[in-house]
């Protein structure tokens, strides 16, 4: 659909024009008892790709919902000026009208509405108020042709990956004409692969004169994409980089973000690993739907008190299917194996069951099953643990609050109070909260499920630290990571998974990516596993 891209310069404009498509000044943003922006500037050119990057709460999705009038005029200090102009938005309608689209983290796609209907969801293609279904399809098609998607436009969203939901995402604000395209955090739900086809979809965009602003902890991928860099700290800016011109390395980068230099990205760790903890034996699980379909097919594996143990596998190899279905069965169908806790045969039949056998699951996906964001701090924390701070079934208010009050001390959750609603805090800080509950549960055994997915390197760090000392404690750590480097820098042992079946088990001192991606890519007809 021709009409569909309107290139705010010509080609090239990233390196022929010097002038600002977007001049964010002074901009201060404050919440109850918190400044989240203070004296922010930003400056964006016609056709580059602008980075944002900074610490969980550092104001970066904030500073774009005051330009994408979520945050509408008003509420804020300071002035937008967009195509020499100043603007003044009072919602997202007035921000979408000038030509800037924001996607966000969340992707707002109604999974029972076809690819088509979502696409043009607020924009129809009608005539007199009757929508006209061949041009609003005609149309889809030639926009997901443009964003390199094949599928029919008639297309259920529930029935696509999350990496084609968010190039949907894109061909909808190109239906909107748009000229800059904010984008927060598109990667972090992708794997390897659609993150780098998106990524150089985004890069195509830049080519046709259309301006980009992403904002990513993925520090390798801005690096590559990206041609200025700014990084906001603590609601301020702190620096812009010009990548077109300078060297800029990640350290650069960590540097400006955190006010430090992360020479170890991994905290350092000696090992005290005792006596075996958890055994899994012969554990086979079918897909719940598709149920002569196995996901995870007769894996065992142990760990042992003080073990950090990992479990390393591509995106759909099992890893969450299997740790979802030892904790309560809460994945899958048709499920058997054996769960050993301290040599003895134990139940995981429930969640109840699992916890009371000492295991404590923390999800992958925390916004959706590991919190409640319209709750407090404190409620969450005691969620998996409400005996403990109750008194004949009631719950002690008091002991509720000093335990969670404990916890933010303990864990550093920065946040006023344990009163504040959880959906408040940055991603960092929720993931401590996460963490908290089950720990509070005074598990043996914690799973942990992409514990720093989402989350700046500085509260990385912070959880990496939080680990270690859990292992230090005796716990036995189950790690499930994306990130090799990850994995190598924190486990003790990995386990390798491909198909649903373990294919490698590998002690520290072995690990590198490439042995750890061979047992990864195994096909099925390889049945031996390697130790």
């Given at each position: 659909?021709?009409?569909?891209?309107?290139?705010?310069?010509?080609?090239?404009?990233?390196?022929?024009?010097?002038?600002?498509?977007?001049?964010?000044?002074?901009?201060?943003?404050?919440?109850?008892?918190?400044?989240?922006?203070?004296?922010?500037?930003?400056?964006?050119?016609?056709?580059?790709?602008?980075?944002?990057?900074?610490?969980?709460?550092?104001?970066?999705?904030?500073?774009?919902?005051?330009?994408?009038?979520?945050?509408?005029?008003?509420?804020?200090?300071?002035?937008?000026?967009?195509?020499?102009?100043?603007?003044?938005?009072?919602?997202?309608?007035?921000?979408?009208?000038?030509?800037?689209?924001?996607?966000?983290?969340?992707?707002?796609?109604?999974?029972?509405?076809?690819?088509?209907?979502?696409?043009?969801?607020?924009?129809?293609?009608?005539?007199?108020?009757?929508?006209?279904?061949?041009?609003?399809?005609?149309?889809?098609?030639?926009?997901?042709?443009?964003?390199?998607?094949?599928?029919?436009?008639?297309?259920?969203?529930?029935?696509?990956?999350?990496?084609?939901?968010?190039?949907?995402?894109?061909?909808?604000?190109?239906?909107?004409?748009?000229?800059?395209?904010?984008?927060?955090?598109?990667?972090?739900?992708?794997?390897?692969?659609?993150?780098?086809?998106?990524?150089?979809?985004?890069?195509?965009?830049?080519?046709?004169?259309?301006?980009?602003?992403?904002?990513?902890?993925?520090?390798?991928?801005?690096?590559?994409?990206?041609?200025?860099?700014?990084?906001?700290?603590?609601?301020?800016?702190?620096?812009?980089?010009?990548?077109?011109?300078?060297?800029?390395?990640?350290?650069?980068?960590?540097?400006?973000?955190?006010?430090?230099?992360?020479?170890?990205?991994?905290?350092?760790?000696?090992?005290?690993?005792?006596?075996?903890?958890?055994?899994?034996?012969?554990?086979?699980?079918?897909?719940?739907?598709?149920?002569?379909?196995?996901?995870?097919?007769?894996?065992?594996?142990?760990?042992?008190?003080?073990?950090?143990?990992?479990?390393?596998?591509?995106?759909?190899?099992?890893?969450?299917?299997?740790?979802?279905?030892?904790?309560?069965?809460?994945?899958?169908?048709?499920?058997?194996?054996?769960?050993?806790?301290?040599?003895?045969?134990?139940?995981?039949?429930?969640?109840?069951?699992?916890?009371?056998?000492?295991?404590?699951?923390?999800t992958e996906d925390r916004k959706r099953y590991g919190l409640n964001l319209l709750t407090d701090i404190k409620r969450n924390i005691a969620a998996a643990s409400l005996r403990k701070v109750?008194?004949?079934?009631?719950?002690?208010?008091?002991?509720?609050?000093?335990?969670?009050?404990?916890?933010?001390?303990?864990?550093?959750?920065?946040?006023?109070?344990?009163?504040?609603?959880?959906?408040?805090?940055?991603?960092?800080?929720?993931?401590?909260?996460?963490?908290?509950?089950?720990?509070?549960?005074?598990?043996?055994?914690?799973?942990?499920?992409?514990?720093?997915?989402?989350?700046?390197?500085?509260?990385?760090?912070?959880?990496?630290?939080?680990?270690?000392?859990?292992?230090?404690?005796?716990?036995?750590?189950?790690?499930?990571?994306?990130?090799?480097?990850?994995?190598?820098?924190?486990?003790?042992?990995?386990?390798?998974?491909?198909?649903?079946?373990?294919?490698?088990?590998?002690?520290?001192?072995?690990?590198?990516?490439?042995?750890?991606?061979?047992?990864?890519?195994?096909?099925?007809?390889?049945?031996?596993?390697?130790?």
């Amino acid at each position: 659909m021709s009409e569909s891209i309107q290139p705010s310069t010509p080609e090239g404009a990233a390196t022929a024009v010097a002038e600002t498509i977007l001049e964010m000044r002074s901009i201060t943003k404050t919440f109850p008892g918190v400044m989240a922006l203070k004296d922010v500037s930003l400056d964006v050119r016609p056709g580059e790709i602008h980075a944002i990057c900074g610490e969980n709460g550092a104001g970066k999705s904030t500073l774009m919902k005051v330009l994408s009038g979520v945050y509408p005029h008003g509420t804020y200090e300071g002035e937008i000026v967009f195509e020499g102009t100043p603007v003044q938005f009072r919602g997202i309608r007035d921000s979408e009208h000038h030509g800037i689209v924001i996607i966000h983290q969340e992707l707002a796609l109604s999974p029972y509405l076809s690819i088509a209907e979502n696409i043009f969801l607020g924009n129809e293609r009608s005539t007199r108020g009757v929508i006209d279904w061949n041009k609003t399809n005609s149309d889809a098609a030639k926009l997901l042709a443009e964003v390199g998607l094949s599928e029919s436009p008639d297309t259920k969203i529930y029935d696509i990956g999350v990496g084609k939901q968010q190039l949907v995402e894109i061909a909808k604000a190109m239906a909107k004409r748009v000229k800059l395209l904010i984008l927060d955090e598109p990667t972090a739900a992708l794997n390897d692969e659609d993150s780098a086809k998106l990524l150089t979809l985004i890069q195509s965009l830049r080519e046709r004169g259309i301006t980009s602003i992403i904002i990513s902890h993925k520090l390798n991928e801005i690096l590559r994409v990206a041609d200025r860099t700014t990084v906001i700290r603590d609601g301020q800016t702190i620096k812009t980089f010009d990548m077109r011109v300078e060297t800029v390395t990640e350290e650069d980068l960590i540097r400006a973000m955190v006010g430090r230099s992360m020479d170890h990205r991994f905290p350092e760790r000696t090992p005290n690993i005792g006596t075996e903890v958890l055994r899994i034996e012969d554990w086979t699980v079918h897909h719940p739907i598709q149920q002569e379909r196995r996901v995870v097919d007769n894996a065992s594996l142990y760990v042992r008190r003080g073990e950090v143990v990992g479990l390393a596998g591509l995106m759909g190899a099992g890893r969450t299917e299997l740790a979802m279905s030892i904790f309560g069965r809460t994945y899958g169908t048709n499920i058997s194996g054996k769960v050993f806790k301290d040599g003895q045969e134990v139940s995981t039949h429930t969640v109840g069951a699992a916890i009371d056998s000492g295991i404590a699951y923390a999800t992958e996906d925390r916004k959706r099953y590991g919190l409640n964001l319209l709750t407090d701090i404190k409620r969450n924390i005691a969620a998996a643990s409400l005996r403990k701070v109750s008194k004949y079934g009631v719950v002690d208010a008091g002991a509720e609050s000093n335990v969670a009050s404990k916890f933010r001390s303990d864990m550093n959750i920065k946040a006023p109070s344990v009163d504040v609603l959880t959906g408040n805090l940055s991603g960092g800080n929720q993931q401590k909260v996460v963490l908290s509950k089950w720990i509070f549960t005074d598990a043996d055994v914690l799973i942990l499920d992409e514990p720093t997915r989402g989350i700046d390197v500085g509260a990385k760090y912070e959880i990496y630290t939080i680990i270690n000392s859990l292992a230090a404690a005796g716990k036995a750590i189950i790690m499930i990571s994306s990130e090799l480097p990850e994995l190598l820098g924190m486990c003790d042992r990995i386990y390798a998974i491909s198909e649903g079946r373990v294919t490698g088990e590998v002690p520290r001192e072995q690990a590198t990516q490439e042995n750890l991606m061979r047992y990864m890519t195994m096909v099925s007809d390889d049945k031996e596993v390697t130790r």
